[in-house]
């Protein structure tokens, strides 16, 4: 039996938009939402952009919100809600879509596929996807999870809902690589909590990241890793601060030198036993990576004067 021809783009896209156009008529063109759905918290639909309020230009506005400009305020902010989530809904999707091959229904490869409805590498959509995971995660905590301790046990966890963008889900990849996505995402509301914010950057998150020692150089329990990643948070807030509280011009640019002498120093505890088992299994490319190592720190002196 031969297989059938591959549509073309044009033909793709006549297809996505009648579907659409079958979707939005059997819908009414109109989004509905019921009561019991919004008190429980339930996934609400998407809003299209017609759907959102008519802009209207209010430079003096002062004092509580009027009714008409409450419902437009609800509305807003469901859809920077949508934004946020957008990217690991559609990831998850990409997800579904690749393990169950449901792509063959319209091209002929998931390479094709990744590049049509997603226009990224598919390297980079498989990145997304793993980021994902950790994203639904902290979008819909368990009631129940597991503390591990010296008696492991279960314990209810009172852990509301958290959006994380896709830089961040990415920076915790050593994480998840290492521990999971359970531990990844555990370790986001770790960091959120103990630097005091409902949403972390991706580059607050990489910095901490980073200095967590890879698994294979040292295996962390559940409680230590959580332990180890407050205090990387807490000293990590301490620095942000103390940068932004520098004096201005070149004080400031030395300054920034200086934390990031600083932040590599830190997560160098590792080295020595890292070294030993690297010389272990492979003596000539460690010696190649310790020269280059010592290229690098001969290169930062060299460029201080007066060191």
């Known amino acids: 039996m031969s297989r059938p021809k591959p549509l073309t783009p044009e033909e793709l896209k006549r297809k996505r938009e009648e579907r659409r156009r079958r979707e939005l008529e059997a819908s009414?063109?109109?989004?509905?939402?019921?009561?019991?759905?919004?008190?429980?918290?339930?996934?609400?639909?998407?809003?299209?952009?017609?759907?959102?309020?008519?802009?209207v230009d209010a430079p003096d506005a002062r004092g509580p919100l009027t009714a008409a400009e409450q419902e437009s305020w609800e509305l807003c902010k469901r859809s920077f809600a949508q934004y946020r989530e957008a990217w690991f809904v559609a990831a998850t999707a990409l997800d579904i879509a690749l393990r169950g091959r449901l792509w063959r229904a319209e091209y002929e490869t998931a390479?094709?596929?990744?590049?049509?409805?997603?226009?990224?590498s598919t390297s980079n959509a498989y990145r997304q996807i793993a980021g994902a995971a950790v994203a639904a995660l902290l979008a819909e905590p368990p009631r129940l999870e597991l503390e591990s301790?010296?008696?492991?046990?279960?314990r209810?966890?009172?852990?509301?809902?958290?959006?994380?963008?896709?830089?961040?889900?990415?920076?915790?990849?050593?994480?998840?690589?290492?521990y999971g996505s359970q531990s990844a995402a555990e370790a986001y509301r770790v960091v959120a909590e103990a630097t005091g914010r409902e949403t972390v950057s991706g580059k607050t998150l990489t910095a901490i990241v980073r200095q967590v020692p890879r698994r294979s150089v040292e295996d962390l329990d559940a409680g230590q890793l959580r332990e180890r990643i407050r205090e990387l948070a807490v000293r990590q807030v301490a620095e942000e601060a103390a940068t932004r509280t520098q004096p201005a011009g070149p004080v400031a640019v030395f300054a920034g030198y200086v934390t990031k002498a600083e932040a590599f120093a830190r997560s160098t505890a590792g080295?020595?036993?890292?070294?030993?088992?690297?010389a272990a299994a492979d003596p000539a490319e460690t010696k190649r990576l310790a020269m280059r190592?010592?290229?690098?720190?001969?290169?930062?002196?060299d460029n201080l004067p007066d060191a």
């Open 28 to 55: 009414g063109g109109d989004v509905v939402l019921r009561e019991e759905d919004v008190a429980q918290g339930r996934a609400q639909p998407m809003l299209r952009w017609d759907q959102l309020p008519a802009v």
């Open 156 to 178: 209810d966890s009172d852990a509301q809902p958290l959006i994380i963008s896709q830089r961040a889900a990415e920076s915790l990849a050593r994480i998840r690589e290492d």
């Open 271 to 278: 080295l020595a036993d890292a070294y030993t088992a690297a």
């Open 149 to 154: 301790n010296d008696l492991s046990r279960m």
């Open 111 to 120: 390479e094709e596929f990744i590049r049509d409805v997603a226009d990224m």
């Open 293 to 301: 190592l010592r290229d690098h720190l001969t290169a930062v002196v």
